[in-house]
């Protein structure tokens, strides 16, 4: 079973700063099947990222994704307010799917 | 669009049977590589895949929960539901239903190449166990 840690478990910076989200993987798995969610308080996740470093529909270009093997990250730059939130990687296999246990970024 | 909403009782007893069904409006639960999928969250922790089904194709479930949980798809109501049987306090949680897209990459990725994510979300319903 593939674990997904991700890194730091939470995050304080102001708006306007960057933001840089790991998510690291206990084995080399396919960046294809590797995505970024967004939850916000009292909602559901909102599909942020897939295979990596594809945005999804609607995701503003100050998001972005990259890495391969077992280290990935989400990057956030000019930090707007609405964005302090959870943010959970997903992996999906096979015959299984797993998320990391979220990185809380909140307002410094 | 195509959405999703849960539907089910908030409150379910020990050892009972938790029931909930996912409705989709908008969309065939029939059509596309899509994979109903259920995802549950308890109270201030994080996601926890329960498992996908797809319709007329194989159901994987969370190795964790699959000696309890049973997901169904109904094409005739565009529908897919869970069970989770023998509950206990700590299957309390929010419980979403999702749509799980498995594609092709496009141009230049090789054929067999695949994305997988999850693009549509129900708005999740809260389930308690308790007596």
């Known amino acids: 079973e593939i674990v997904l840690t991700q890194s730091p478990g939470t995050l304080s910076l102001s708006p306007g700063e960057r933001a840089t989200l790991s998510c690291r993987a206990t084995?080399?798995?396919?960046?294809?099947?590797l995505a970024w969610y967004q939850q916000k308080p009292r909602q559901a996740p909102r599909l942020l990222m897939y295979?990596?470093?594809t945005r999804a529909t609607g995701i503003p270009d100050r998001f972005s994704g990259g890495g391969s093997g077992t280290d990935f990250t989400l990057t956030i730059n000019g930090l707007e307010p609405e964005d302090f939130a959870v943010y959970y990687c997903?992996?999906?296999?096979?015959?299984?799917?797993?998320f990391g246990q979220g990185t809380r970024l909140e307002i410094k | 669009q195509v959405q999703l909403q849960e539907s089910g009782p908030g409150l379910v007893k020990p050892s009972q049977t938790l029931s909930l069904t996912c409705t989709v409006s908008?969309?065939?639960?029939?059509?596309?590589?899509?994979?109903w999928t259920w995802i549950r969250q308890p109270a201030g922790k994080g996601l926890e895949w329960i498992g996908r089904?797809?319709?007329?194709?194989?159901?994987y479930l969370n190795p964790s929960l699959e000696s309890r949980v049973t997901l169904l798809a109904d094409s005739s109501k565009n529908q897919f539901s869970l069970n989770v049987r023998s509950v206990t306090a700590a299957d309390t949680a929010v419980y979403y239903c999702?749509?799980?897209?498995?594609?092709?990459?496009?141009?230049?990725?090789?054929?067999?190449?695949?994305?997988?994510?999850?693009?549509?979300w129900g708005k999740g319903t809260t389930v308690t166990v308790s007596s």
């Open positions: 999702a749509r799980g897209v498995l594609r092709q990459a496009p141009w230049p990725h090789p054929v067999g190449y695949h994305y997988f994510y999850m693009d549509v």
């Open positions: 908008g969309g065939s639960i029939s059509s596309g590589s899509h994979y």
């Open positions: 089904t797809f319709v007329g194709g194989n159901t």
């Open positions: 084995q080399s798995v396919s960046s294809s099947y």
């Open positions: 295979g990596t470093s």
């Open positions: 997903q992996l999906y296999t096979t015959s299984s799917l797993t």
